[in-house]
Structures are given as structure tokens and as C-alpha cells.
């Protein structure tokens, strides 16, 4: 049914699940793009409603609380005619001993044709994708620190409303960089980088030096299912498993680490790259 590059395309290349913006196709992207901008006049009507998904049940499935992200994901399924079951699993199936499949697995069986998925371990939504029938659809609402597609997508929507070209701007980055003892040695945060780049690219640092690997190769380790699942919940959350953190070596020797944040995960790790070539150039 799917790609083993790319678990959120079907045979035919068409998306399936939304589980991460990296890695969809460029023509995927616009698509949903242009598609979101045909149904920015339905809020402007009065009767906020297209039938898009009429008879269709959508279950928001969060296993952390988020009141904004739920709410958001209901009113839009609704303007849609969607059937929408909200379910706070947190408080109910977990305290029961039910696992995420074991969940799952309940409500598919009552006809469910979409789940909207929200878990603080990275990787959930992958493990659910890859266990539905071929009829339901996953959407990644967050989680932990990997990622959030509707939200990027949503920024990447607002960018071009008002800039239109994205050909003609410059990414604002942050980067930080740390010593064998994660000490910080040097720090840089361009003008415009957004404030949570800040504690990103320091965390991206500590991870890189702590598992002495780029941050980006961390990411299949802690998949549902493989041997490190939930690791990147440890050191107070500050694990990242995502693009632009590396170690730096000198002799073979771990002196410190590099990271960059405020970009998408291939511009992090093209300016985290360019950071680690001009080091060893100084050797």
C-alpha cells in the first residue's frame, strides 16, 4: 500500500497519512496549499459549512491535553460536516492499561475514517499510520518534540499569502555551541529568528554531544518499537531527534557540538553542515 520511503504516500505517490512535512513532495505541499486557500471564504459565510466530509467520523485522539490544538482540529472538521469524537485518552484508556494500538484498534473498529493524533513520544503517529486498514488516515497534531505538520503548514500558508515567493527570503537562524562539559562557548541568533529557536539550538547541541551522533540519525533510533523508544523524553526533555545538532571531533576526540535552529529540518542541517566544514578547515 505505501512507499517504504515515505510512510505518508500511498502506491500512487498520493498522500495518505500527514504525519511530517519533511520529505512530502514539493507538488504535494502546493496542493494542500492551494486547497487550504479555497476554503479561506467559508469562515466569511453565514452557514460555516461545506459537505466535504459529511458521514465521515473523525476521532481526535489526544494522549496529552491541548485545548487549543483539539479545539481547532474539531471546529475545522465541523465547518467540513464531519462526524468528530473527541477522546482525552490520557484519562481514560491509559488508566485502564490499554496500550496505543490496543486503542487504536477499538475505535477503528467502530468505522473511523480519520484519527487526529497527539502524543508527547515521537514517533506515535508513525506506529498508528503503520497499523490502520488502508481506509483510515492518520494526521500528526503533535508529537513531543518532532513534529507538527499543521502548524508548519499553517506558517508556510501565512508566508505566502503576504510574501508570495519564498524563492526571494532569508531563513533567520539561531546557533549555539558547546564544549565536551555542555558549556556554551559561542552563540549567535539572527535578527528574526523566532524564540524558540533559541533553547533548540542549544538542546540540538546538548544531544549531539551527549549521544556523540548527529541529532538527525537520533530520529529511527526512538521509533515506536525499536530499542530506544521514549528515549528522546529523557534529560528533562531536552533530548532532540530531529536535524541540526553535531558533535565535533578533533583527533578523534569529542571537544563539543554544534546547533542550529530556526529553519526547516534540511535548512538546520545545511547551516549546521556549512558550521561543522569551516571547524574542521581550522584544524
Avoid at 26 to 53: C, H, M, N, Y
Avoid at 152 to 161: A, C, E, M, N, P
Avoid at 174 to 185: E, I, R, Y
Wanted: glycine share 10%.
Amino acid at each position: 500500500m505505501f512507499l517504504s520511503s515515505n510512510p505518508q504516500l500511498n502506491k500512487n505517490g498520493e498522500l495518505h497519512h500527514l504525519l511530517s512535512i519533511e520529505g512530502l513532495p514539493a507538488g504535494i505541499l502546493w496542493q494542500i496549499l492551494d486547497t487550504a486557500q479555497s476554503f479561506v471564504g467559508v469562515t466569511q459565510r453565514e452557514v460555516k459549512k461545506v459537505p466535504l466530509l459529511r458521514g465521515k467520523a473523525i476521532f481526535n485522539l489526544f494522549f496529552e491535553p491541548s485545548t487549543r490544538t483539539r479545539t481547532t482540529f474539531e471546529i475545522a472538521a465541523k465547518r467540513l460536516s464531519a462526524d468528530v469524537i473527541n477522546l482525552a485518552v490520557d484519562l481514560s484508556s491509559q488508566s485502564k492499561g490499554e496500550s496505543v494500538l490496543d486503542t487504536v484498534a477499538n475505535l477503528a473498529a467502530m468505522q473511523a475514517d480519520m484519527f487526529i493524533v497527539r502524543h508527547s513520544q515521537s514517533g506515535a503517529p508513525y506506529l498508528i499510520a503503520r497499523h490502520v486498514g488502508e481506509d483510515i488516515h492518520v494526521i500528526n497534531a503533535g508529537d513531543g518534540r518532532h513534529a507538527h505538520p499543521t502548524q508548519g503548514l499553517l506558517d508556510v500558508f501565512t508566508i505566502r499569502h503576504y510574501k508570495k515567493d519564498f524563492r526571494t527570503l532569508r531563513v533567520a537562524i539561531t546557533c549555539a555551541v558547546v564544549d565536551s562539559g555542555d558549556q556554551l562557548v559561542a552563540f549567535a541568533r539572527m535578527d528574526g529568528a523566532d524564540l524558540v529557536s533559541v533553547g533548540l539550538a542549544r538542546d540540538k547541541a546538548f544531544s549531539a554531544l551527549l549521544n556523540r551522533m548527529p541529532t538527525r540519525d537520533l530520529a529511527p533510533l526512538v521509533q515506536p518499537g525499536e530499542e530506544f523508544y521514549g528515549y528522546d523524553s529523557l534529560a528533562g526533555g531536552r533530548m532532540v531527534v530531529f536535524a541540526g545538532g553535531m558533535p565535533l571531533e578533533r583527533g578523534g576526540v569529542l571537544v563539543g557540538a554544534i546547533g542550529v535552529s530556526g529553519g526547516s529540518s534540511e535548512e538546520d542541517q545545511r547551516a549546521v553542515d556549512a558550521a561543522v566544514a569551516a571547524f574542521d578547515q581550522r584544524l
